[in-house]
């Protein structure tokens, strides 16, 4: 019996290929606790997702399909300003917060700088560009990085280790991206290792708010990270925001438009 669900093991599996650039069937199986042939099969899944490529005996790692974060920065740079500051005005003095990797969350953090009023404020974050964003904003924001495995393109950190140095930690408010979102509440990311540690950081959040821009709408990836009814907010804009804000709802979920 399989130890891991499907989708952490997938998730342990591509971050092991990208550590070593190969990893054989037999060294997976014994690593993760499975037969060969469901390690077969999972490859298959990740091959099919672009994640790796298989080669006789295992895989290997494929050029990731990610951009830089500071090309996706650039790109609608208006509206991840607007969705930045809409997020960053749910966040309060005496709180500590988990703040996301990518271009959105470094938008967040960009936005949360110029906040002079706000005080005591702990953000905890895997991303070393999201920490960078917010040094200038010290003392007055505590910045805490998590630790772990860098990820180029991203500059984030993942496991092993990130997810270890979460397990003593709960925030007040844990702000979240994602690469899609379905038409059934279902929500994703293109990379399994960032995907595993959001579902990590769900369960270590009183209140939990995803940014993500309409463009996201009827986007599936493979990295599972929950779904809407998860978040108590959600931060969009863009064309089609108000079809996705209505979908928000329909899941529990309180849209913020942000304007542009």
């Not at 003095?93 to 470094?106: I, K, Q």
């Not at 599972?224 to 959600?234: S, T």
Request: aromatic letters at 2%; a negative charge.
């Amino acid at each position: 019996m399989d130890a891991l669900p499907g989708d952490v093991r997938r998730a342990r599996l591509e971050a092991m290929v990208l550590q070593s650039g190969f990893l054989g069937v037999p060294d997976a199986a014994r690593r993760l606790g499975v037969t060969e042939v469901t390690i077969r099969s999972d490859l298959g899944t990740l091959e099919a997702a672009g994640v790796l490529r298989r080669v006789r005996g295992g895989a290997v790692a494929r050029q990731v399909r990610e951009a830089p974060v500071e090309a996706s920065a650039r790109r609608d740079a208006a509206l991840k300003q607007a969705l930045g500051e809409a997020a960053a005005a749910q966040v309060r003095s005496g709180t500590a917060v988990f703040l996301d990797v990518g271009s959105t969350a470094l938008a967040v953090a960009q936005a949360l700088v110029p906040r002079h009023e706000l005080a005591d404020v702990v953000v905890v974050t895997n991303g070393l560009s999201t920490a960078l964003a917010l040094e200038p904003a010290i003392p007055r924001l505590t910045v805490v990085l998590t630790g772990g495995t860098l990820r180029p393109l991203q500059h984030s950190l993942v496991d092993p280790l990130a997810s270890r140095a979460l397990e003593d930690l709960h925030v007040d408010l844990a702000v979240l991206s994602c690469n899609g979102i379905e038409e059934s509440g279902r929500v994703s990311n293109l990379n399994l290792p960032e995907a595993e540690l959001k579902r990590v950081v769900l369960h270590r959040a009183t209140r939990r708010l995803l940014v993500a821009d309409a463009s996201k709408f009827r986007q599936s990836h493979l990295g599972a990270i929950g779904a809407l009814d998860d978040f108590d907010v959600l931060v969009t804009g863009g064309a089609g925001a108000p079809e996705l804000a209505a979908l928000a709802r329909e899941h529990g979920c309180d849209p913020v438009v942000a304007e542009q």
